[in-house]
Structure formats: C-alpha cells, structure tokens
C-alpha cells in the first residue's frame, strides 16, 4: 500500500508520489453511463448490477482494505457507519464479507441511497442480523440528515458518478458534522490499470446467465446470442475508469474545507497487478 497524506502527520505513515504513470493519466469526463439511467430495462439494470457485484467479488479488490478502515475506527473511536450511494447493497456487502474473513467483529452499518431499492436492502441487511440496517427514505448525500449522520461514512465503487461540485458538497457534508468519510474505488483513472479488473468482470459476465437469481434465460439470450449486455458493460467499464477522481483532485478538495482534517489516499494491490484505490477524512481532535 501506498499512502499521500496531507495535514498533520502520522507516525509510521509512508509519505509516497503517487506512481509516476499516473502523470499520463487521461483527462477526467463527466459522461452517463447506461446503468444509471432510469429508462434502461429492468433486465439489463438487474445483469449489470449482478455482473459487477461478482466480478468485485471474483477480483479481491477489498482485500487490502481492513486495516485501512480498521484505522479509521480507532481514531475517530466508533464503528458506527452510513454507507451512502449503497445502490442494491452487493458493494458494502462485499467489503463486509472481506472484513468478516479477515477476522475481528464487524462494524454497524446503516445502507441509503437517495433512491433507495428497499427489497435488495432488505435482503443485504438480512445477511448480517443485529449489523447492518438500512434506511427506506431517500438520502441526499450532501445533505444528510442529523439522525442519521454517523461518526463514520462509506462510498464504495460509487463517488466517480460525481461532479466535482457534488464531490465538494458530499465532503463539505461531511466535515460540517465531523463524520469521517471513507471512499473507495476498484481503480484509478489510469487504464492500463484499471484492465486488471476486466478478467473478473469478463468471468462474472460469462457466467452470470446461470447463476442469476431469476431471468437466466432472457440473461442468456441477451449475453451470448445478442451480446447487448456484453456491451453495455464494457461502455460503462470505460466511462467509470475515466469518470474516477484522482489523488489530486481530491486532496485539492479537502484542503479547501478547513485544516482541521487529515486527507490519506492510498493504493490497495490485487490479483493480476490490480490497483484500487482509497481517500479517507478524519477530523482531528478538539
């Protein structure tokens, strides 16, 4: 792992340049990808969320990321998460199932979304009784509501959907309730880099016509006789590695919020030279 800080220093923390490849990194676009998009049917939404689920799964891309979280509980002295942006709930769920194997009790995590699949919530939640709830009203994620702002907020797989203005807003929510805030991306804006992640994907896009929870055949059909999923999902691959922020995009945003932050981005290597990436807050103490 690879650590830039910024704000007061950590002992033992690395002070590393973010990989020089990455001064070749293309230019951010602000483009729509076809999964976001309301008119897209319910069997094309459905394959893609369940592709990308698995392939996160298949890559071990969270796997690095326990002791980064497990950092951020100790300094801001809770576990107590909202995870916000959590979609069908496959990303939170995922990173919990990778906490659980690597031991130690997990966190309270309450899911949202600002437009809430309250049926797949449900099911997540139901997975791990007692930890995980979530909450059926809409969140706005720049204007989270007092009672349920926790000490620590998650993104997972979902910031580069963000404008930078919205990016802004999300973290200025943030700070101004002194929440920590957690993001995570399976990859950089770099695309030699984030082609890592493709044979997951590839794999979990072959295989999901027989593992699907339900439509297996239209999945089929549309997979491998008419390869429109195929597509879809490479588009929106494209759009979201050239959608994701980068380190200094970030830092630069923090750093406009006040000084009384420390601002971490990091690298998380995974299999087949796989690179995720995270940038945590956490506010300093008063």
């Not at 394959?47 to 969270?62: A, C, K, N, P, Q």
């Not at 309250?118 to 994620?141: H, I, T």
């Not at 804006?189 to 027989?210: D, E, G, I, K, Q």
């Not at 239209?218 to 380190?247: C, E, M, N, W």
Request: charged share 20%; proline share 9%.
């Amino acid at each position: 792992m690879t650590t830039v800080r910024s704000g007061a220093a950590t002992p033992g923390a690395l002070h590393l340049p973010a990989p020089a490849h990455y001064n070749h990194a293309m230019q951010r676009v602000q483009a729509f990808e076809f999964n976001d998009q309301p008119w897209l049917p319910g069997v094309l939404h459905e394959s893609i969320t369940e592709i990308l689920s698995r392939g996160v799964r298949w890559s071990g891309v969270f796997a690095g990321m326990a002791p980064v979280l497990r950092r951020v509980f100790e300094r801001v002295g809770s576990d107590r998460v909202l995870d916000l942006c959590s979609g069908a709930g496959e990303p939170i769920s995922v990173l919990l199932d990778t906490l659980a194997a690597q031991g130690g009790t997990l966190p309270e995590v309450m899911m949202s979304d600002l437009f809430p699949n309250r049926a797949a919530l449900a099911r997540v939640a139901a997975r791990y009784p007692g930890r995980v709830s979530f909450a059926p009203a809409p969140v706005d994620a720049t204007r989270v509501p007092a009672e349920l702002s926790r000490p620590v907020r998650t993104f997972i797989n979902a910031l580069h959907h963000f404008p930078p203005a919205l990016v802004s807003a999300i973290l200025a929510d943030a700070v101004q309730s002194r929440s920590a805030i957690v993001i995570l991306e399976s990859f950089p804006r770099h695309l030699p880099t984030a082609l890592r992640f493709l044979p997951a994907l590839t794999a979990a896009l072959l295989v999901n016509p027989l593992r699907a929870p339900r439509r297996r055949a239209a999945k089929a059909a549309l997979t491998y006789l008419v390869p429109v999923i195929p597509a879809i999902g490479l588009f929106d691959f494209l759009v979201s590695v050239a959608r994701t922020h980068q380190r200094e995009e970030l830092e630069a945003l923090g750093r406009g919020l006040g000084a009384d932050y420390d601002w971490e981005h990091g690298e998380l290597a995974y299999p087949l030279g796989g690179r995720a990436t995270f940038f945590h807050g956490v506010p300093r103490p008063r």
